[in-house]
């Protein structure tokens, strides 16, 4: 028979306590050395900038890239665009002007090109106008409150840097009377940003327009009516454009939403109704005589009106002084009333 062939096991010395307390140390080690160093790599690494907002004429490295040191993030690289223009730069060209600097990679994050905006201040029509207008405040004397420009062409706005502060003002102003036409170079600082304008001058005043359709004879409340500025010409001459005067009147007709109040258009409500029984007064100092009567004809606050004393049958002409009142004393217009007085209601 044949002997089978010896097969032994191999054999396996096992790790003693020191052993493995040594290579666990040594793991631990790498593993704190890996934690310290990996984010100081990472911090130096150089990263492409997403979208970038230029605040000056020149785009420096630390503009365009991430992770720059503070002794080269300042070298210029390219020219920014106008102020308040975009532009947009090509990932390579940003690439090759940093490998001219002699530093390391740049990562792109996959980016081609990125856009470039100029920051800018930006002065529009209401600060142009308000420049113009303390210039001719100043200037000609003109109020500016009373007074609106409606600048030539496009809506026009100066572009200044935006570390360029302080109010727009208006040089070299020359203003036509009788055009009224008005130019001038609306500038900031020293000059430093300047835009020649020109409009037309407009006088503005405030008038009242209803708010809401009235029917004639309905009172008129103060939420029915609002001020607006409106051109002077063009604006009905006798255009009302007092809201506490026109409150508590009536509607002389109906009118219209949006129809500019004249002084015609409301009144002061009847006081007294024609056919009306009203209490006839006569009042002087120390006298005081009331009588009934009745009114021949309608009328408002201050009106003279036609009465008749029931008692003596007599027409009298009467001042209206309050609701179905009506007064024909010395304080009254109508001084000729006095003269046939009726006796008094007992």
């Known amino acids: 028979m044949l002997a089978l062939a010896d097969q032994r096991q191999p054999r396996v010395a096992p790790l003693s306590v020191g052993v493995l307390g040594r290579l666990t140390a040594t793991l631990i080690a790498l593993a704190a050395i890996g934690y310290f160093t990996l984010p100081a790599f990472a911090a130096d690494a ?35 665009p106008a102020l308040g223009a ?15 600097l002699g530093v ?78 008005v130019s001038g170079l609306i500038s900031l600082g020293e000059r430093q940003a300047s835009l020649r304008v020109s409009g037309l001058v407009v006088e503005m ?6 708010a809401r359709a009235v029917k004639s004879g309905e009172p008129i409340t103060s939420a029915d009516v609002t001020l607006e500025r409106r051109p002077r010409e063009g604006s009905p001459p006798d255009a009302q454009g007092n809201l506490s005067a026109i409150a508590g009147e009536v509607a002389q007709r109906t009118l219209a939403a949006g129809a500019v109040l004249r002084m015609s258009d409301t009144a002061p409500p009847e006081l007294v ?24 004809e309608a009328g408002r606050l201050g009106s003279t009106v036609s009465v ?34 009726p006796a008094p209601i007992r």
């Not at 990263?47 to 720059?68: C, F, K, N, S, W």
């Not at 975009?86 to 001219?100: F, M």
């Not at 008749?308 to 217009?333: D, E, H, W, Y």
């Open 205 to 210: 005043r405030e008038v009242a327009v209803l």
């Open 273 to 296: 109704g024609r056919g009306e029984a009203v209490n006839i007064v006569y009042e002087t100092p120390g006298v005081s005589l009331s009588m009934r009567g009745q009114a021949n």
């Open 308 to 341: 008749l004393n029931v008692a003596s049958k007599k027409t009298l002409q009467a001042v209206v002084v309050g609701a179905a009142r009506v007064s024909v004393g010395p304080t009254g217009p109508q001084r000729q009333a006095s003269a046939a007085l």
């Open 46 to 80: 150089l990263r492409l900038r997403g979208d970038v907002t230029a605040r000056g004429d020149v785009l420096t490295l630390g503009d365009l890239v991430e992770g720059a040191g503070t002794d080269i993030a300042g070298k210029p690289l390219f020219r920014a």
């Open 104 to 181: 390391g990679p740049v990562e792109t994050g996959g980016r081609v090109q990125i856009a470039v905006q100029r920051a800018a201040r930006r002065v529009g029509a209401p600060e142009i106008e308000a420049a113009l207008k303390r210039a001719l405040e100043t200037g000609q004397g003109l109020d500016p409150r009373v007074l609106s420009i409606r600048l030539d062409g496009e809506t026009p706005t100066l572009l200044a840097p935006v570390d360029l502060n302080g109010a727009a003002a208006a040089l070299d102003v020359v203003y036509e009377p009788r055009s009224r036409r």
């Open 86 to 100: 975009t532009g947009t730069i090509q990932s390579r060209r940003i690439l090759d002007a940093v490998a001219a």
